[in-house]
Every structure is written in structure tokens, then in C-alpha cells.
């Protein structure tokens, strides 16, 4: 009896051993997966195959609201919205490994088309390999579009204006040395070719050298 006390009580410490290392381990894992899901924009859910419906995960990585299609098809646009779940059925099929689209979302306060990246992938299988969930990270990349399509405007306006054949423009990088000049530049310091006098790498003190 004794024995099989001490064996008890050893193998009952063991567990709740086991048990508090298996917490920290998924409480670490979760405060990573927060900071992840609050540092780039990011929700994160779960797809049951079964029963069709999609399962958030909160802010601190835990399960949170549960949603059917048909109520998480209100955030996208609704041919965007049958996209995903053709690519769902084909990861479900085993025809897929993982998925990558861009969904359409509603007009933001500024009155910008919201847009989502979404990536799925395979989160658990069955005993056969078949899978059961799958598992999404949607990033809200309407902001990152507006900044890119900012940048190329600005670029084709500073193009426009550094080809125009009414101004002299050089165009000198950060340490001052030339990196681009335009044809009308290139007439007025007799430059014969252009390519020539960016190799150089003149520096702008140098400019007097052009004529």
C-alpha cells in the first residue's frame, strides 16, 4: 500500500508537472501570437470542415466568436467571398496545400475600397490525413495598397516633370553625386552620352565641369 502511494502521489506530480509546462508553453505561444496579430493588422481563423463555420481567434490568441458563411460573407465582396470558399473546398480535397487571394471588403471612413490578403492553410488532419480545420490569416492591406499607389503617382508625376523638354533638370543622390539627367540638360551642357557622364559619378561641385 505504501508503494503504491508513493507511486500515486509520484505520478500525480508528474502530471500537474506536465500540465503547468504544457500551460506555459500555449500561454507563451498565445502573448507571440498576440503580438504578431496587434503589430501587423491581422486576424486569424479557424475553418471547420465539418460543420462549415469560421472561428476567430481574439487578440490574445484564444477562440473567440464563431461566425456561418453566410455572416462572415457580410465583411467581403460576395464574388471575392465564393473565391475563398472554392479554395477552401480544394485544400479540403487535398488538391491544395495552402491558398493565397485578395478579398474585397466594405468602403473605409475615407471612403477607400478595404482590401484583405488572405492566406489558408491546413491546421489539423484525421487519422486518414484528410483535413478536419483549416486555418486563416486575413491582414488588412488597403493602407499598403494606398501608400504604393501614392509612390507610383508620385513617380510618373516626377518622370512627367524630369522629361520635360522645357527645363534643365540633373538630378544628384544623397551624397551629391549625379544620378540622372534629362535630354534638355543634356543639349544645354553639349552632353553627348548620358549614360557616359552618369557612370563618371560626378559630384556636384564638379557641375562647372559640364559645359
Not at 501587423?40 to 458563411?69: C, F, I
Not at 472554392?86 to 480535397?93: G, Q, S
Not at 478595404?114 to 490525413?129: A, K, N
Amino acid at each position: 500500500m505504501i508503494v503504491t502511494a508513493f507511486a500515486l502521489l509520484y505520478y500525480d506530480r508528474r502530471y500537474r508537472y506536465m500540465e503547468r509546462r504544457e500551460s506555459n508553453y500555449l500561454l507563451n505561444e498565445n502573448s507571440r501570437l498576440s503580438l504578431v496579430l496587434q503589430s501587423e493588422n491581422t486576424h486569424v481563423w479557424t475553418y471547420d470542415v465539418l460543420t462549415r463555420k469560421y472561428q476567430m481567434l481574439s487578440a490574445d490568441g484564444k477562440l473567440d466568436k464563431e461566425y456561418t458563411p453566410l455572416d462572415y460573407l457580410r465583411y467581403f465582396d460576395r464574388d471575392d467571398f465564393e473565391e475563398l470558399r472554392n479554395e477552401l473546398l480544394l485544400i479540403r480535397d487535398g488538391k491544395k496545400e495552402s491558398s493565397n487571394i485578395v478579398l474585397r471588403g466594405p468602403m473605409s471612413t475615407e471612403m477607400r475600397q478595404q482590401r484583405y490578403d488572405v492566406r489558408v492553410s491546413v491546421f489539423q488532419r484525421d487519422e486518414q490525413g484528410v483535413p478536419t480545420v483549416l486555418l486563416g490569416r486575413v491582414r488588412n492591406i488597403t493602407y499598403d495598397r494606398a501608400r504604393r499607389e501614392h509612390e507610383r503617382d508620385m513617380l510618373l508625376k516626377y518622370q512627367n516633370v524630369f522629361s520635360t523638354p522645357l527645363v534643365d533638370m540633373v538630378y544628384y543622390d544623397e551624397n551629391g553625386i549625379i544620378n540622372d539627367i534629362n535630354d534638355h540638360a543634356c543639349q544645354t551642357f553639349q552632353v553627348q552620352d548620358k549614360q557616359a557622364l552618369i557612370n563618371m559619378r560626378l559630384h556636384i561641385t564638379q557641375v562647372t565641369y559640364l559645359d
